[in-house]
């Protein structure tokens, strides 16, 4: 077996060999290399039509229509172009706009800075297992409110929320939805046809598909309008200009399209595996799944080992690459917004481990990936203070830390 | 997080994992730390009559370089006194596992706990 086993495919799918044959196809001279704007010869009119099958591509995997995307440089540009774009062009109508404490930071800097421009943001609590509660969000609307921004799968615990009763609620108060989908293509069935949704953010790279491509879901019936956030030739109708990445563009399409071709077997396969690994693992003492049991994502498994630190964990790991919701990943000394705003203490958000699936995941590598964190966990407790604290039933609650 | 090799080798085989016996008057502990910031370090000396550190022990739930930083100290403190102890500073230990920036704060925090075990020493000793 080759090592590290790759098991972060929430961070980022290598991309499939089929969408890499097919990129590689319109970058040299001998593909179709031209400029899709190019509207004089027929090296533009060739990627102009490939980069249009791919639009269809990607409107297929979500029920939309093909004029309804518009092609980014990625979920991130997305948020900002939908949440940015929609704030600014519906500012006489009301300045508030409200979005919840799990968001991905591409959607919580964005509403920062709209704060910054003067509109006034809310930031809702979720439910411990990482929810919302329409009840709540619906007391959050006011009459001035002209935008909410709502993930559907969370890219850190996995959980997927209510899209459609959430678009309901917005489409009866005359509220502008968007969602960021980035982690919810190929995983989840995506319907705009039936969901009340005005704008959607996909990703390419998540999907396997290439970095550096994303999609933005502009709804046309009814009509939602947006304010540029990048200037030029008004390519993408207005909406974002910029040279059209055709290779990248053609390869999210395709990505896409096979998202939608074995999306049934591939969630049924990546269940299985979950459920192997996740079974492998419950057993330990003192183990807990983070965010909804049900209302989830097969591909991602979101797991805290109570009295070991995350990062520790991640080097006793070191055959699989994984991601931890400790600080000590990254400068500060805060861990995982995400878990915290499920109540999480701070001993089980620091021993967070995320394991997410995906379509190279095998079997061999779950078995595995179940005997290494059984070792590292024993390594580690039996290293841990806090651990024997707890095997003499001391509550770590009533202890007097010396904080620093 | 790109660690140095001595980080990984104290934290792959961590030297003087473990505890001594609370109730022997010859052994002292300092704990440190909080599990909201991500470590506690709890590191256990053995005093002999001359004052001399004989043993030491560890344990410690936080990151690689808190316990490269709590094992190496561990390695320190044997055969000095406390006086000798009482001079290891914090920016040994970090230039010595050559800590990035951000892990300072180990280093800091293994510093602590070997004051915090001299400190639990002479109360047990009467000051």
Redesign the interface.
Same mark, same amino acid.
């Given at each position: 077996m080759k090592l590290p086993i790759y098991l972060d495919y929430a961070a980022t799918t290598p991309v499939d060999p089929r969408v890499a044959e097919k990129m590689m196809q319109f970058l040299t001279m001998d593909g179709q290399f031209g400029n899709p704007a190019s509207r004089s010869h027929r090296f533009g009119w060739q990627a102009e039509e490939a980069v249009e099958i791919a639009r269809s591509q990607i409107a297929e995997l979500v029920n939309a229509d093909p004029r309804e995307i518009v092609f980014t440089s990625g979920a991130t540009e997305s948020n900002n172009l939908a949440i940015k774009g929609a704030a600014e062009f519906y500012h006489k109508k009301g300045k508030h706009l409200i979005t919840v404490k799990t968001e991905h930071k591409a959607v919580l800097d964005t509403m920062r800075q709209l704060e910054r421009d003067g509109f006034d943001v809310t930031y809702l609590d979720v439910e411990a297992n990482g929810l919302v509660d329409l009840t709540k969000l619906e007391q959050a609307m006011r009459s001035d409110t002209t935008v909410i921004s709502i993930m559907m799968v969370n890219n850190e615990i996995g959980v997927v929320q209510d899209v459609a009763a959430i678009g309901e609620l917005c489409r009866s108060k005359g509220i502008i939805f968007h969602v960021d989908a980035a982690q919810a293509t190929g995983k989840v069935a995506i319907d705009l046809q039936q969901l009340k949704v005005d704008l959607m953010s996909f990703s390419g790279h998540k999907t396997y598909g290439p970095k550096g491509i994303g999609a933005l879901f502009v709804r046309r019936k009814p009509r939602i309008r947006l304010e540029a956030q990048t200037h030029g030739g008004g390519h993408e109708r207005g909406m974002r200009s910029g040279t059209l990445a055709t290779h990248q563009i053609v390869a999210m399409g395709e990505a896409f399209r096979l998202a939608k071709e074995e999306m049934a077997a591939e969630q049924q396969r990546i269940t299985a595996l979950r459920d192997r690994l996740w079974n492998g693992i419950k057993d330990i003492e003192q183990v807990f799944l983070n965010g909804d049991a049900k209302a989830r994502v097969p591909n991602i498994t979101n797991v805290s080992f109570n009295?070991?630190?995350? @990062? !520790?964990l991640i #080097?006793a790991l070191k055959d699989i690459a994984v991601s931890s919701g !400790? /600080?000590?990943?990254s /400068?500060s *000394?805060e =861990?995982s917004y995400v878990l915290r705003a499920l109540g999480l !203490? &701070? @001993?089980l958000a620091?021993s967070s481990i995320r394991f997410s699936i995906g379509r190279f995941t095998t079997e061999e590598q779950i078995d595995h990936t179940i005997k290494i964190v059984h070792e590292a966990i024993a390594k580690l407790r @039996? #290293? !841990? =203070? *806090?651990? &024997?604290m707890y095997k003499d039933g001391i509550d *770590?609650n009533t202890v007097a830390?010396?904080?620093? | 997080m790109a660690y140095s090799n001595k980080v990984i080798d104290h934290y792959e085989n961590p030297r003087n994992v473990g505890s001594f016996a609370k109730d022997d008057p010859s052994v002292a502990t300092g704990m440190v730390g909080a599990p909201a910031c991500g470590d506690v370090m709890k590191l256990q000396i053995k005093v002999n009559e001359q004052g001399v550190i004989e043993d030491a022990k560890f344990k410690t739930y936080g990151c690689g370089s808190a316990i490269a930083s709590s094992s190496l100290v561990t390695e320190w403190v044997k055969g000095k006194t406390l006086d000798e102890a009482q001079q290891i500073k914090n920016t040994d230990i970090a230039q010595e596992l050559a800590l990035p920036p951000v892990k300072i704060h180990c280093s800091i925090l293994a510093e602590d706990a070997i004051k915090a075990a001299i400190a639990d020493y002479k109360q047990k000793r009467g000051g």
């Amino acid at each position: 077996m080759k090592l590290p086993i790759y098991l972060d495919y929430a961070a980022t799918t290598p991309v499939d060999p089929r969408v890499a044959e097919k990129m590689m196809q319109f970058l040299t001279m001998d593909g179709q290399f031209g400029n899709p704007a190019s509207r004089s010869h027929r090296f533009g009119w060739q990627a102009e039509e490939a980069v249009e099958i791919a639009r269809s591509q990607i409107a297929e995997l979500v029920n939309a229509d093909p004029r309804e995307i518009v092609f980014t440089s990625g979920a991130t540009e997305s948020n900002n172009l939908a949440i940015k774009g929609a704030a600014e062009f519906y500012h006489k109508k009301g300045k508030h706009l409200i979005t919840v404490k799990t968001e991905h930071k591409a959607v919580l800097d964005t509403m920062r800075q709209l704060e910054r421009d003067g509109f006034d943001v809310t930031y809702l609590d979720v439910e411990a297992n990482g929810l919302v509660d329409l009840t709540k969000l619906e007391q959050a609307m006011r009459s001035d409110t002209t935008v909410i921004s709502i993930m559907m799968v969370n890219n850190e615990i996995g959980v997927v929320q209510d899209v459609a009763a959430i678009g309901e609620l917005c489409r009866s108060k005359g509220i502008i939805f968007h969602v960021d989908a980035a982690q919810a293509t190929g995983k989840v069935a995506i319907d705009l046809q039936q969901l009340k949704v005005d704008l959607m953010s996909f990703s390419g790279h998540k999907t396997y598909g290439p970095k550096g491509i994303g999609a933005l879901f502009v709804r046309r019936k009814p009509r939602i309008r947006l304010e540029a956030q990048t200037h030029g030739g008004g390519h993408e109708r207005g909406m974002r200009s910029g040279t059209l990445a055709t290779h990248q563009i053609v390869a999210m399409g395709e990505a896409f399209r096979l998202a939608k071709e074995e999306m049934a077997a591939e969630q049924q396969r990546i269940t299985a595996l979950r459920d192997r690994l996740w079974n492998g693992i419950k057993d330990i003492e003192q183990v807990f799944l983070n965010g909804d049991a049900k209302a989830r994502v097969p591909n991602i498994t979101n797991v805290s080992f109570n009295y070991v630190e995350g @990062e !520790s964990l991640i #080097m006793a790991l070191k055959d699989i690459a994984v991601s931890s919701g !400790s /600080a000590c990943t990254s /400068a500060s *000394l805060e =861990p995982s917004y995400v878990l915290r705003a499920l109540g999480l !203490s &701070d @001993e089980l958000a620091h021993s967070s481990i995320r394991f997410s699936i995906g379509r190279f995941t095998t079997e061999e590598q779950i078995d595995h990936t179940i005997k290494i964190v059984h070792e590292a966990i024993a390594k580690l407790r @039996e #290293m !841990s =203070p *806090l651990w &024997d604290m707890y095997k003499d039933g001391i509550d *770590l609650n009533t202890v007097a830390w010396v904080a620093h | 997080m790109a660690y140095s090799n001595k980080v990984i080798d104290h934290y792959e085989n961590p030297r003087n994992v473990g505890s001594f016996a609370k109730d022997d008057p010859s052994v002292a502990t300092g704990m440190v730390g909080a599990p909201a910031c991500g470590d506690v370090m709890k590191l256990q000396i053995k005093v002999n009559e001359q004052g001399v550190i004989e043993d030491a022990k560890f344990k410690t739930y936080g990151c690689g370089s808190a316990i490269a930083s709590s094992s190496l100290v561990t390695e320190w403190v044997k055969g000095k006194t406390l006086d000798e102890a009482q001079q290891i500073k914090n920016t040994d230990i970090a230039q010595e596992l050559a800590l990035p920036p951000v892990k300072i704060h180990c280093s800091i925090l293994a510093e602590d706990a070997i004051k915090a075990a001299i400190a639990d020493y002479k109360q047990k000793r009467g000051g």
